[in-house]
T-cell receptor
Framework: EAGVAQSPRYKIIEKRQSVAFWCNPISGHATLYWYQQILGQGPKLLIQFQNNGVVDDSQLPKDRFSAERLKGVDSTLKIQPAKLEDSAVYLC??????????FGPGTRLTVL | QKEVEQDPGPLSVPEGAIVSLNCTYSNSAFQYFMWYRQYSRKGPELLMYTYSSGNKEDGRFTAQVDKSSKYISLFIRDSQPSDSATYLCAMTLSGGYNKLIFGAGTRLAVHP
């Protein structure tokens, strides 16, 4: 079974630029999550989708972050404009109708 | 106060040692408890998943939950260099689609 795919793996941008990350979950997984993991911290949930509807986006900085999940499969997370404090690893995870979340390798973002 | 507290380490042990990793939490409503292992530049992978207080064993790994003390532990017996990673505890309020709350992670190094 293929795992969660994410791209790009690494991205370096200047502050105030825009960036987008892509996630392809495990086939058949209804729930998709985006987490932000700052160096030395545990992952923090940004947004959770159930199929293509948002379940929880309470910790998403909506003035600069947006996410969508078209057709209940792939998802994109966008930051516009980026700030220095957005430097982190952005993890995508998916799960079937259970609690077990399967994580992708993450996208490491550096904002200069 | 953070909802989940975890000593970041690093913890360095010789091969074959018994390792004890711990987390405390403040929210007595947490019901499901997990341990994830995260290798460098990889996404977290689920190691152990427990619901009730008590012990759960899986090979060299034992997860322990004490809900009365709001304290969870992961024990690794006969530690191997391949166990060198960051160990993240995580917990959630209930089953279904509730978000995971992670600890900061403990870095473990097992040296030959």
């Amino acid at each position: 079974e293929a795992g969660v795919a994410q791209s790009p793996r690494y991205k370096i941008i200047e502050k105030r630029q825009s960036v987008a990350f892509w996630c392809n979950p495990i086939s058949g997984h209804a729930t998709l999550y985006w987490y932000q993991q700052i160096l030395g911290q545990g992952p923090k949930l940004l947004i959770q989708f159930q199929n293509n509807g948002v379940v929880d986006d309470s910790q998403l900085p909506k003035d600069r972050f947006s996410a969508e999940r078209l057709k209940g499969v792939d998802s994109t997370l966008k930051i516009q404009p980026a700030k220095l404090e957005d430097s982190a690893v952005y993890l995508c995870a998916s799960s079937p109708l259970s609690d077990t979340q399967y994580f992708g390798p993450g996208t490491r973002l550096t904002v200069l | 106060q953070k909802e989940v507290e975890q000593d970041p380490g690093p913890l360095s042990v010789p091969e074959g040692a018994i390792v004890s990793l711990n987390c405390t939490y403040s929210n007595s409503a947490f019901q499901y408890f997990m341990w994830y292992r995260q290798y460098s530049r990889k996404g977290p992978e689920l190691l152990m998943y427990t619901y009730s207080s008590g012990n759960k064993e899986d090979g060299r790994f034992t997860a322990q939950v004490d809900k009365s003390s709001k304290y969870i532990s992961l024990f690794i017996r006969d530690s191997q260099p391949s166990d060198s990673a960051t160990y993240l505890c995580a917990m959630t309020l209930s089953g279904g689609y509730n978000k995971l709350i992670f600890g900061a992670g403990t870095r473990l190094a097992v040296h030959p």
